[in-house]
Every structure is written in C-alpha cells, then in structure tokens.
C-alpha cells in the first residue's frame, strides 16, 4: 500500500485534476508523526492502524457471486472512499461491515471481515449490537415520519443510551443541522429539505455513539450545495469516527477520502459477472499513479 | 464559395409553401360514439342509485325521527321503534371488532414483515449446533424440527396467502354455516350477539389481513433498514416506525371491513335467525352472550317480511339509518386517509 511516487512528476501525467483534502492530509501526517505505522518511508501520508481487515470477502445473492475475494485494511478515523462503476457491487460490500446483508432473502457473506481481532461474520456475533457500534447513512434520506427529535431519541433507545436533551443537542452540532432546527426540535422531519433530511439522518447515525459510520453514495440524491456541506460534515467527521464511503462520484472520492479502494467488475467463466476489488491505496497514489489499468481506465473517464 | 461582389440573395419563398397545411379540425365518429357509450353506461348506473334511494327516502323520510330510534320493537307499526336493532349492530361491532382486529393485524404483521425474512443466517447456526454435536436427545430434535419448519415455510406463507385472497371472496352466507357450526354447535354459545360478532369477525378477518398487509407493505422498507442499521431489531423496527406509519392504512380498511359487517344479513339469518323480540340489548359487550341476536339488517328484512303496508314504511326508515350509518363510516375512512396518509 505504500508507494514511492514522485508528487512533482505525477502531477504532471497525472490524469485528473486532483484536489485532495488538506485535512486529509494532516489526519494522515500526524498519525504518521505519532509512529503509528512505522514502515511508511515516503513524502506520502501514510494511513493510521486498521480498525477493519477484509480478508478474501464474499458476497453471494442466491447462485450470483456478487463480490468476490476483496482482501483490504480500512484505517481507524480516516475515509476510506469505495468507487467503481455502477454494479460492481460497492454497496454490497459496505453491507457486509454492519451485516445489514443478512436481511435480504438468500444474501450469503464468505471470508471473514476482522473488527478489532474478531470476525463479524461470524454465525456466533449479534448482528443487532453490532449494527449499534456500527451505523449507516442510505442513498436516499430516509428519515422515520416522526419528529426531528423522536428520530434522534429513537436510536439512543434501542441502544439503551438515555435520551436527554444534551445528547440529542450534541449529535444535531455534530451534524451540523442544531442551528437549522434548534426552534423546531417537534417538528416532522418531513418538512426539512433533503440535504437536512440526510444530516439528520448523519445526526441520527452519531446520536448511538458509533465507532464506525457507513454511508452508501450520502450524496447522490443531493443538490451540489447540500452535498458540500455533507462533505465538510464528514471531513469533520472523520476525526473522531471511521468513515467508510460509497460514492461513484470521483471528484468527491478525491476531495473527502484518505483511502480509496476501486472495485469493477470482472466476467466469470461461468458467463457471470462478479464484482472484484481491482486496487487500494491511498487517495494520492490511486488519481495520481494508479498501479492497475483498469483503475486508470476508469478515472481517467475511458470507460464508466 | 462565393465571391464578395455577389449581389443580395434571392427572396425567400413564403413559408406556407415549405409546411403542409395545418389539417382542420375533422370529426372522429368512433371516438365519439366510445365517448357516449361510457357516458350512457355511466348513466344506468347513477340512475339506478337515484331511483333506490329516492324511493327509501320517500317511502320512510316520514318515519325517521327520534322516538323511531328510542323506541323498543312492536307488533304496531305506528309504535315499532329501531333502538333494539341499533343497539344489537353496535355491540355486534364491538364484539366483531375486538376478534377480528388484534388477530388481523397479528397475521399481517407476521405474513409481511416476518415470514418472509431471510432465514439463511437462522438456517446455519443451526445446522453449526448440530454438526458440533453439542446439543442431544430432545434439544437436538428441536433444532432439527426448526430447520425443517425454515425449509417449508415459504410453501406455507404462500399456502396461506392464496387462501386468504380467496377467504376474502366466499359468499357471505358459508361463514353464517360455520359460525353455526363451530360458535353455536361446538362452542356452545347461545344464538346470541356474541355468536353473530364472532361469524362477523371470521368474515371480515381476511378482509382486514389484506388491508392492514397493503398498508404495512406501502411503508418502504428504507424506514425498516433505516431502525435496523441503528441496532434495532426487527421487532422494534416494525413496533416503533413501521407499525405507526402503517396505523392510517390500517385503520381505513379496518373501518371499510366494519361497515362490510354492519350490512350483512345471511350469516346472521342463518346463526341466528330472524326472531321477534322486544328486548332492548345492553350496550354492554360483556353481555353480548346472553342477548337476543338483534341487528339493523336483520330488523329491516324482518319488517319488508311483514303484510302490512306500514311495516314497509318503517322498513324504510330503517334503511335510512342503516345507510347513513354507513356513510358516516365510509366518510371516517377517508378523512382518516387523506389526512393521516403519508407521500414518501
């Protein structure tokens, strides 16, 4: 994962233009500083310690290999971006981290996806704890059609964290929404628009005390404005949560994430197709010096 | 392509010579005649409601009033009152109500949001506990007929729900036979309000079951996952968003499945029979074993029965409050859906 790539010369053949997050980069600078991987050598900000390690993961729907053999690290209060073309099963593989695949009829998950030093798959693991320490943002705001507080209190209840007024306030400031709604805590979280529909969703998701927040494409259904204030959210984010990120935005994977894992999909013999994992690494490397062709194919805007 | 010197170019022709001309307007005869088909049709229709309820409401505006809803029956038409048979629909549908809807709603929650779950997870732990061989004698069995229940059940859910769509359609009359059979003959409740609310109750259950599971189902499963990604379970998921976004749906079909109930004379006839009686029921369900099976429609069929002409006046009456009765309830279910109902 660690590359020795010359930023002077990269930029100039470098594909895209790339914006990369400054906070990004002292996220990573300083975990660099405080030794927390020690074999990393070059000018390039290195990634803290893993909190997630895939390890050759699956995901079968019935008799359709739907993923297969996604082998990567995802470091601890860092963004880690999934992108790839539609269908390659990036949101598929986000589901597996907070079994959430185990709702839908026939979904089967292979390999082990380790948490700490435990796998999550395995069959002796509580899906609904880990769901708690583990939250997830959708594509689509998806709000319960209750009040904005009810939808806070609601996940601190089921979590068996007790619902005051000062932890609804904190997880509304965190989510960058309490000045918007501070007069209209009982209002129907209806009447917000979609980007505070989606931040009080982000809201809802940091009220259980996560460790870890998925969000599958928390943009896509926003306009430019409201998905730059959910990015400013997550870069802020990120400081104190792990954020893994779908997106099949490229602009957004280099302007949020630190780690950018790119997925395609790849034809079986079988006449199936599969979704792979084709490269990882950190965000500079994979738009600047991508290692695969397919990688490159892709953000260069040859194919997808 | 030209030199400079070129002099202006030549006029341009008038543009109606380029364009077709603009067709005029023609008539369209088939059109036309499907259009005063509908209209015709549509007519019929309209004008056999009017003619009903116009010759009710002239036969027995006159003896609608409030003593006619007061009094107790009589062998008098000038005296004869509809209080007993208001009285006996309303605890008819109290005693239909409380069977029919926690069991309605029950089987629409467990056929919509349980049933059909994914078992895979379910299916291998258990397979895991008896492969290791830790779980013996009756434990073991217990695994084993679970598993075999998760094997079968899509078979029975689907079972279930072809037959319930087709509950739903059974001459109302069939459910007065087993009312009788099962409530009276077997049960041995008398021939009673009790009895009649029970046959009510089986007749509107898969009425309400599809009512309550198309609105369970118009709930989008983005607000399940949504409580399931924070860690609730399944039960609390369904218990605490999907059941209370779903409640308006449900409670217009459960209204829509009353005033079905209220209407039905056969399954009464035939459990009950038509009886004269002049008592006057309690409003108390409690009671309702121990009352004469009096309703509305059963009132009214036994008054049309009658020779003499001013039973059929009264009759009408009848009808009157009957069909306003309904309209009221009709007019709850879709105030209840236009203003409860959700845009998602």
């Known amino acids: 994962m660690t590359t020795n790539v010359d930023p002077e010369k990269t930029a100039k053949d470098s594909p895209i233009e790339i914006h990369l997050a400054a906070g990004a980069a002292d996220r990573g600078a300083s975990q660099q500083a405080s030794g927390a991987q020690p074999g990393a050598t070059s000018s390039e900000p290195s990634l803290g310690p893993p909190i997630f390690r895939l390890q050759d993961m699956g995901v079968w729907y019935g008799k359709h290999h739907a993923v297969r053999g996604v082998t990567m690290d995802v470091p601890r209060n860092a963004i880690t971006a999934l992108i790839g073309p539609s269908g390659c099963g990036k949101s598929t593989a986000l589901r597996c981290l907070n079994r959430m695949n185990d709702l839908i009829p026939g979904a089967r998950v292979e390999g082990r996806v380790l948490f700490g030093d435990e796998d999550l798959l395995s069959s002796d693991v509580d899906p609904v704890d880990l769901r708690g320490r583990i939250g997830m943002v959708f594509q689509k705001p998806n709000p319960f059609p209750k009040s904005i507080k009810d939808n806070l209190e609601f996940g601190m209840k089921v979590n068996g964290i007790k619902p005051t007024a000062e932890r609804v306030e904190q997880a509304l400031v965190d989510a960058a929404l309490w000045d918007e709604v501070k007069d209209r805590l009982k209002a129907e979280a209806f009447s917000l628009s979609g980007g505070q529909q989606q931040r009080l969703c982000i809201a809802r998701a940091i009220a259980v005390e996560p460790e870890v927040i998925l969000m599958d494409e928390p943009c896509s259904a926003l306009d430019p404005i409201a998905t730059l204030a959910i990015e400013d959210l997550m870069k802020n984010l990120a400081e104190r949560y792990t954020l893994v990120v779908v997106t099949h935005n490229m602009q957004q994977a280099a302007r949020i994430s630190d780690q950018v894992a790119f997925m395609t999909v790849e034809g079986t013999a079988e006449g199936d197709r599969t979704g792979v994992l084709a490269e990882v690494g950190t965000a500079r490397q994979i738009f600047s010096a991508p290692k695969d062709p397919r990688t490159e194919a892709y953000i260069t805007g040859r194919v997808g | ?344």
């Open chain 2, 1 to 344: 392509m030209s030199t400079l010197e070129t002099p202006a170019p030549p006029p341009q022709p008038p543009v109606a010579s380029t364009v077709r001309p603009l067709a005029k307007k023609r008539a369209r005869p088939s059109e036309q005649l499907f259009k005063w088909l509908v209209v015709g049709l549509t007519a019929i229709t309209m004008a056999m409601l009017i003619w009903l309820l116009t010759s009710v409401l002239i036969r027995g505006a006159g003896s609608v009033s409030w003593a006619f809803l007061t009094d107790k029956p009589s062998s008098n038409p000038a005296k004869a009152g509809f209080n007993s048979a208001l009285r006996g629909s309303i605890v008819l549908m109290m005693v239909t109500i409380f069977f029919a809807w926690p069991i309605g709603v029950a089987a629409a929650l467990y056929l919509e949001k349980f049933a059909a779950q994914s078992a895979t997870l379910t299916e291998r732990r258990l397979r895991e506990r008896l492969a290791t061989g830790r779980v013996t004698g009756p434990g073991a069995a217990w695994t084993r007929i679970r598993l075999w229940w998760l094997r079968i059940r899509p078979r029975v859910v689907h079972l279930v729900d072809v037959n319930i769509s087709n509950l739903a359609a059974v001459p109302s009359i069939i459910y007065g036979l087993l009312g009788l059979a099962i409530f009276v003959g077997v049960m041995g409740i008398s021939k009673s309000l009790l009895a009649g609310g029970l046959t009510l109750a089986v007749l509107i259950l898969p009425i309400i079951i599809i009512a309550a599971r198309e609105a369970l189902r118009a709930v989008p499963m983005s607000i399940e996952q949504g409580a399931m990604a924070l860690g609730a379970t399944r039960w609390q998921a369904v218990r605490s968003q999907v059941f209370p976004a779903a409640l308006p749906g449900i409670l217009t079909g459960t209204i829509l499945a009353m005033s079905r109930a209220i209407g039905e004379t056969a399954p009464l006839i035939v459990v009950g029979g038509v009886v004269y009686s002049t008592a006057v029921p309690s409003l108390n369900p409690l009671e309702a074993g121990n009352e004469a099976l009096l309703a509305m429609p059963l009132q009214i069929y036994f008054w049309t029965d009658q020779p003499q002409a001013s039973f059929q006046a009264i009759a009408a009456a009848g009808i009157i409050v009957l069909l306003a009765t309904l309209l009221v309830m009709n007019l709850v279910a879709i105030i209840l859906r236009n203003r409860y109902s959700k845009r998602w």
